[in-house]
């Protein structure tokens, strides 16, 4: 196994950003005018992230594939962050979106679309209720609040180095097995250990420990952590966790904003997961702003029977837009046509193609790395070994050297999320796609051991 000389690292970088900023002489132009308007030159803070000196301004996308404002051309394994995951502008959401603008975007009543939606998403997943909101965060908060409505407990679970979003009680971590505010925690309304318990992924005993005294409402949980590299569940771990939570009267919100891509009914209906609310949002509506809560019969009647008439609409469920018309025309055709079963037959088989392409080249230049993958997205990490829980995981990151693979890939047409190391596949991609990340990843494998 090899390590990396730091110091060829730091001049690589430097030669990666001489190239990126000379490639891209409108987008570094856009990024000054920028400046005098926007904090830091970008509409929202995190895409102050991107590996190069400023982020390339998007002349047009499509597919698996998008433009820069210079004419470069980059092959997207980003793709939103799972919010692009059906490819750019699926050509049906884009026919449904058009039509609907035209008579009429956001209502505050139902249209039949929202029925359509439902329907479809109870066939996929399972469950006989739903709801819509604009965003996951929006979908797993009112889950949460819910959660705590029902059972009147106050704490709520999420596991090590989880995201869910912007939801104020999951930004917990353990330091040496204790709980404290994540790091870069901004404004908490209140310290995250009042509201929530965090336990280790895979790890039953400390899960059990943490929801014997019957204080927590809900387990929030990814079934396979996907924000922190790709961890994977041990075998028999969702059936524990399902058996605990019941056995403690705990309600179990399964997020698969990002599992969705184990299958057209996420991982919950690929292995059978009996959660008590799912949530989904990003690719919901094609790219579309849009998300959706389902949950039981019993959580139903539950709500139902603390409805409370006069104060619904200020009760912290809400959103003036949730549920709008626009969105529901983008997500029906997005499910009925985009995000089919039959997509999901290319799109995995394409990830598998990645994953080995990786694998190769990390095993040729004998890196200290790994790749998992699962469904149509896969990942890499700078570890010898796949990560069993969040610390593992998180452990095996390294800011410098992601930055580099970023802007390595980058400057070579090839963009993966800016978060860690992950690449999506969407319904569009192609081998010629994915092949063209294996022999980029080889080069910069090849570079950085000298
Ligand atoms: C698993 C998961 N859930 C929820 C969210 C929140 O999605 P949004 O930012 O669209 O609200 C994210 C965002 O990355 C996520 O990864």
Not at 45 to 58: C, D, E, L, Y
Not at 81 to 106: K, L, N
Request: net charge negative; with cysteine.
């Amino acid at each position: 196994m090899r390590t990396i000389d730091r110091g060829r690292l730091q001049s690589l970088m430097e030669r990666e950003q001489k190239k990126f900023v000379a490639e891209r002489p409108k987008s570094a132009a856009l990024f000054e005018r920028a400046r005098k308007s926007l904090l830091g030159g970008v509409p929202m803070n995190w895409m102050a992230k991107w590996a190069g000196a400023f982020p390339p301004f998007v002349r047009e996308a499509r597919g698996s594939e998008f433009f820069d404002v210079d004419g470069n051309r980059y092959v997207d394994f980003c793709l939103g962050d799972t919010g692009a995951m059906t490819g750019h502008s699926p050509s049906a959401t884009v026919a449904a979106v058009e039509q609907q603008a035209r008579r009429g975007i956001t209502l505050m009543l139902p249209s039949e679309d929202s029925i359509a939606v439902g329907e479809e998403l109870q066939k996929r997943f399972g469950l006989p209720y739903w709801q819509f909101t604009l965003t996951a965060t929006d979908a797993n908060r009112f889950s949460i609040r819910l959660a705590r409505h029902i059972t009147g407990r106050p704490k709520i679970l999420v596991f090590n180095w989880c995201y869910h979003g912007t939801v104020d009680e999951s930004f917990i971590t353990l330091k040496d097995g204790v709980a404290q505010a994540r790091r870069g925690n901004i404004g908490p309304p209140v310290d995250p250990t009042v509201t929530t318990r965090v336990v280790e992924f895979n790890d039953v005993d400390a899960l059990e420990a943490a929801l014997k005294d019957e204080q927590v409402a809900c387990v929030l949980a990814e079934p396979a952590l996907t924000n922190v590299g790709i961890v994977l569940p041990d075998p028999g771990y969702h059936k524990a966790l399902r058996e605990i939570t019941r056995k403690y009267g705990t309600l179990l919100i399964i997020d698969e904003t990002h599992t969705i891509c184990a299958g057209p009914g996420g991982y919950t209906r690929a292995e059978h997961l009996e959660p008590d609310f799912l949530v989904f949002g990003k690719p919901i509506g094609g790219g579309v702003p849009g998300a959706t809560y389902g949950f039981t019969q019993e959580v139903g009647e539950c709500i139902l029977a603390k409805h409370n008439l006069e104060d619904c609409d200020t009760g912290g469920i809400g959103g003036t837009l949730a549920g709008n018309a626009l969105s529901l025309a983008a997500m029906r055709a997005t499910l009925q046509k985009v995000l089919t079963p039959e997509a999901f037959a290319r799109m995995i088989p394409m990830a598998e193609r990645w994953t080995d392409g990786v694998a190769r080249a990390i095993a040729e230049y004998q890196l200290p790395w790994n790749v998992t993958r699962l469904g149509c997205r896969a990942e890499y990490l700078f570890s010898p070994n796949t990560s069993r829980n969040g610390t593992e995981a998180h452990d095996a990151m390294d800011f410098e050297l992601e930055r580099f693979m970023h802007l390595y890939a980058m400057n070579r047409g090839i963009l993966l999320t800016p978060f860690h190391n992950m690449a999506l596949m969407s319904p569009v991609t192609s081998a010629e796609d994915v092949d063209l990340h294996t022999k980029v990843f080889r080069e910069a494998a090849k570079e950085l051991v000298g």
